[in-house]
């Protein structure tokens, strides 16, 4: 079964304007880690943001912040005053307590316009 | 600089042919893993490392073997037994993948590694 779900294929967004990246899980542990990627067409996986699930707070790092909803089983990417720069592909990605490696989703390619 | 080099960052392979793709981590990092990219696809696991001379298969194991002699070493072969290699492989480290703090440690990746068939 599918542990990490990214609806959207494609994203586009105006420079400046915010964009919110979806992502759903899933897993029957308690505890557990929600990660996002950025990989831009230079293949390198770029780490953004991290969330355990026992944290309190969205994590926020920078221009990115991260909209927990632990009973919806949601880990949204924000990002704010999008840049040209931020055009990439955007990864999802968990660790849970049955698995030793990151689970990946299908990834959500972001285009900022100008 | 620290870091995971990947190379090469282009490999042709011929019919029959096993081909290696070298991974090397100077990150004193205890875990490695392989990851195949096919395009426009996430990420999915080939096989990971948590110590030397131990790995394990990840979720499309078959027609792939590695080996974790030395902690900065894990190369990827891919054999003849693959029928269809043609995809980009980014090799990944961590800290651990084990423990009580493992579910934190975030993946460190290289640039990657295109393979195509001739």
């Known amino acids: 079964a599918q542990k990490i779900t990214q609806t959207q294929p494609g994203m586009f967004v105006q420079e400046k304007e915010a964009v919110t990246l979806d992502c759903t899980y899933d897993t029957s542990d308690q505890s557990y880690g929600l990660f996002w990627y950025k990989q831009p067409s230079s293949g390198e996986m770029i780490f953004l943001i991290y969330?355990?699930?026992?944290?309190?707070q969205n994590a926020t790092e920078g221009r990115y912040s991260l909209n927990f909803q632990k009973a919806r089983k949601s880990a949204n990417l924000v990002i704010s005053a999008s840049q040209l720069g931020d055009s990439a592909m955007y990864f999802c990605?968990?660790?849970?307590?049955?698995?030793?490696?990151?689970?990946f989703g299908s990834g959500t390619r972001l285009q900022v316009q100008p | 600089d620290g870091g995971i080099t990947q190379s090469p960052k282009y490999l042709f392979r011929k019919e029959g042919q096993n081909v290696t793709l070298s991974c090397e981590q100077n990150l004193n990092h205890d875990a490695m893993y392989w990851y195949r990219q096919d395009p426009g696809q996430g990420l999915r696991l080939i096989y990971y490392s948590q110590i030397v001379n131990d790995f394990q298969k990840g979720d499309i194991a078959e027609g792939y073997s590695v080996s974790r002699e030395k902690k900065e070493s894990f190369p990827l072969t891919v054999t003849s037994a693959q029928k269809n290699p043609t995809a980009f492989y980014l090799c990944?480290?961590?800290?651990?993948?084990?423990?009580?703090?493992?579910?934190?440690?975030?993946?460190?990746f290289g640039s990657g590694t295109q393979l195509s068939v001739l």
């Open positions: 990605a968990m660790r849970d307590t049955g698995r030793r490696a990151l689970t």
């Open positions: 969330q355990g699930s026992y944290d309190e």
């Open positions: 990944a480290s961590s800290i651990s993948s084990s423990g009580q703090g493992a579910r934190r440690e975030k993946l460190f």
